[in-house]
């Protein structure tokens, strides 16, 4: 071996892989196209390598040193992390009047193992505008909760969004919040959604080179995508010619817009690409220009046993350059191996055993003696090391309203039982039109789109039946996207990587406020007692010199109520502020490629529209709605007001303005003291006298509830909304509700909200002098998913059952050998039910499996 030849050699100390992995390497030459000679470093036995993690090693001040510093910094002092949702249904469309299921995975670092960094992840209901509808924060225990959104059953049909993030991934340049669209219909038809415009944009298409750049002389790869106006990958087929209109190569596409073609650029010559589109237009394209001498890369992964490296510099490069220093770092999940060489032949090659490298995204960057990145090339690495999940049933067919017995079996590549969370969803699949490849997956995003810039079009494409044309078309798609976690030209000229946090990870909730006279001065060395009303917690504290305090690390549920009680000098005079919770990160505008609506919702809507016809009438037959009329009289309110209200302001029963309940911390409280004749139960809100009877017994009818003329439905949790936020609230009854249809018949709560969005404190009711009842904002408690059981006994089983999301259970665990077993009675509907289930290990290894059975 050449004794310029420099390979890191240092022990690695993280137990896992504490061990070198020894490989020869061989010089031999070959030789290629135009008599160069092409120097190989042939993987064979004995090539001593690092595979660097966190605790990296140093080997000296030099190129390769600085920059494996400077990545571990990155590393530990920003180590990411990321959420993940799996919904009830695939694909994400809904109705309005559906419950959206979803159980998250939080995940850190670059090996996706379970979050033990936050412990609360805030998910957001985003409307069309960009304006969150409804937000809730979930408890994490191993980097796993669950919650759920309730639509409401007039929600305006279209395509909302779902946000999940920490407060943890604000400190990221660029911050991996979770952000997937889901697509609303509406049962009733009345809403319309106008179609995007179509501006007359022309298609586009762009060219990316192998590494970069295109050079002199040097056999090359050229990637490309062509977009449609919608936004969207379209076909595109054509010729490249030079400068004297003589073809050199062909193009096609093979996958939504993408493809490669490869060629070898001539000194001298430019280039462009004469194209037809799928719509029929045509179009000239200008190739990036040609550098006069440079050096490139390429990474080849066709051969599943290894990962072939091949550096390539044009003679003019190569005669300035001869013998300098080349540096390659090769980059996947937290290891780093580091390769130093010379620039003695014009072609470098290196093979590197695939098997080595986890399932992902490889980043691959040469740089220079100097460090300067000179190219860099992004590929992906498909191993079978992820979980292998095995589903069995107690039968192969099933009747309808039978039981069904699933049994989970999981094991780690080794074939190892393992112990992970998971989470099943059951559909009847003849109410979802099923395109596995457009899915939003584990795999896909944990793996594959999170580490990417920009939209990704059917992103389970790549993982559903992985084949040689999946495998190609995703290469195709790693030279056409961006490496979104960091650059390293920015890397190794940043020498902040490592600052500070400006966000602290949660761990749970903090109770907050200020002790304060009337006057505004603060009443210090105040003894502070918080006591829940339901009993168990008791905590101690004191106001400090501005008359703040601090109850850190509660745990509690949203509408848990607590009593504060003030001791000390002048503390009975004293007024009680409790802080808000802290704004959230601002909305981004959503992608308007990603957010086109699904038209399959609106197939759904129009078969639940018919089916819950009959499910309303035999529901009828055993119920008894009782709503009368309560109308209260008071003193007449002016009509100079803001109001959402579609009947517009002085159309309400009873009007209570913002400044009426700006000292109550909760709108439970402010409805149970100030609104008449309606009683809030558990953050939901009902008139007293609207009662329904059934066979179940008696409970009253939840209100309608409008937001900012958004409609939230019947029974939505009060308890999301800020009362600082909240301008008026409008109550109404009878008449007055009769414009929201049927929907209102039990009442309709006007909420609407301040100009601007701005966010008040929330100050504490004042029960006697120095104790107060506050109802912070608290840990969401998700609702419980209803599957029937059709037992002889139940009267259900005269109701028709036409349910789309048949099972959901996101608290799924396997035991010590790996098995988890669980059970469900199918629906009415007939024909192939789906069964999804998707999770994790405690090592973040990844699973994912789909299940079919027959319903006869």
Known sequence: ????????????????????????????????????????????????????????????????????????????????????????????????????????YVTMGERHEPSTISSILHVDLINKNDVSMQSIALQLTNGTGWGDFALPDTLQKGSYR?????????????????????????????????????????????????????????????????????????????????????EVAKIASTHLGMGIFDFIPEKGRTYKAKVTFADGSQSS???????????????????????????????????????????????RAGAVRKVKTKLDNEVLALDLPAGTFRTGVLQVTLLSATGEPLSERLAFIQNPDLLNLDVTANKTAFAKRE???????????????????????????????????????????????????????????????????????????????????????????????AGANAYNPEKNIDISGTFKTKAGEPLAGCNITLVSATGGMVLNGVTDAAGKFRFANTSFETGTRFILKAQGPSAKKGVLTIDAPTQGPVISPGNVVEAGYNA??????????????????????????????DKVTGPKRTDNYRSSNLGGPGHADQVIMGDEFKNYPSLSLVLNSLAHGVVVSGG?????????????????????????????????????????????????????????????????????????????????????????????????????FYSPRYDAAQPAANIPDHRTTIFWKPDVTTDADGNALFNFYNADGTGTYRVEIEGIDSKGNLGRQVYRYKVE
């Open 684 to 784: 939901v809100a009902s008139l007293r006298n609207s009662l329904i009877i059934s066979s179940g017994g008696a409970r009253l009818i939840p209100m309608l509830v409008m937001i900012d003329g958004a409609n939230m439905g019947r029974g939505n949790p009060i308890e999301t909304y800020n009362p600082g936020s909240i301008e008026t609230i409008e109550i109404l009854k009878g008449a007055n509700a009769s414009i929201y249809g049927m929907q209102g018949g039990a009442g309709v709560l006007v909420l609407t909200t301040r100009q601007g969005g701005e966010k008040e404190e929330v100050v504490s009711r004042e029960m006697s002098p120095g104790i107060f009842s506050i109802e912070p904002k608290g840990f969401y408690k998700a609702r419980e």
């Open 285 to 331: 394209v200008d190739l990036p220009a040609i550098e006069e001498k440079g050096i490139t890369l390429a990474v080849n992964t066709d051969d599943p046993a290894k990962v072939s490296i091949v550096i390539k510099a044009n003679h003019a490069y190569y005669i300035e350059n001869f013998d300098k220093d080349l540096n390659l770092i090769i980059y």
């Open 403 to 497: 039981n069904v017995q699933l049994n989970l079996n999981a094991k780690n590549k080794d074939g190892n039982p393992v112990n992970g969370s998971f989470s099943v969803s059951v559909v009847d699949e003849s109410k979802i039109l099923v395109d596995e490849n457009t899915e939003n997956t584990i795999l896909s995003y944990l793996l594959l789109t999170s580490d990417l810039k920009g939209y990704v079009e059917k992103p389970n494409y790549y993982f559903a039946n992985v084949t040689r044309e999946t495998q190609a078309n995703l290469d195709a798609l790693m030279l056409t996207q961006g490496y979104r976690r960091f650059v390293w030209k920015q890397l190794l000229n940043d020498n902040a990587a």
């Open 600 to 629: 399959n919702a609106d197939i759904l809507a129009s078969f639940q529209n018919n089916q819950r016809q009959g499910v309303m009438t035999a529901s009828n037959e055993s119920a008894k709605l009782l709503l009368a009329d």
């Open 162 to 246: 779902i946000r999940a993030w920490t407060e943890w991934m604000r400190n990221d340049k660029n911050p991996c919040f979770f952000d997937q669209y889901i697509s609303v219909s509406s049962i009733n038809g009345v809403y319309k959604v106008a179609e995007a415009a179509k501006q007359g944009t022309p298609p586009s298409l762009q060219f990316f080179p192998e590494g970069g750049n295109l050079v002199n002389d040097v056999h090359s790869k050229i990637a490309f995508k062509a977009v449609g106006a919608d936004g969207l990958g379209i076909n595109v087929k054509g010729v490249v010619v030079d400068n004297e209109n003589k």
């Open 1 to 104: 071996m050449p004794a310029h030849t420099s390979i890191s050699k240092c022990p690695i100390s993280i137990e896992e892989i504490q061990k070198n992995i020894s490989i020869d390497i061989t010089w031999i030459n070959v030789t290629v196209n135009h008599n160069i000679m092409k120097k190989i470093l042939f993987t064979a036995v004995m090539f001593l390598f690092s595979f660097q993690t966190i605790a990296y090693c140093q080997t000296g001040n030099d190129v390769l040193t600085d920059a494996v510093s400077k990545l571990k910094a990155l590393l530990t002092d920003h180590e990411v992390e990321k959420a993940y949702l799996q919904f009830d249904r695939p694909y994400a469309y809904y109705v309005a009047g559906d419950i959206v299921y979803f159980k998250a």
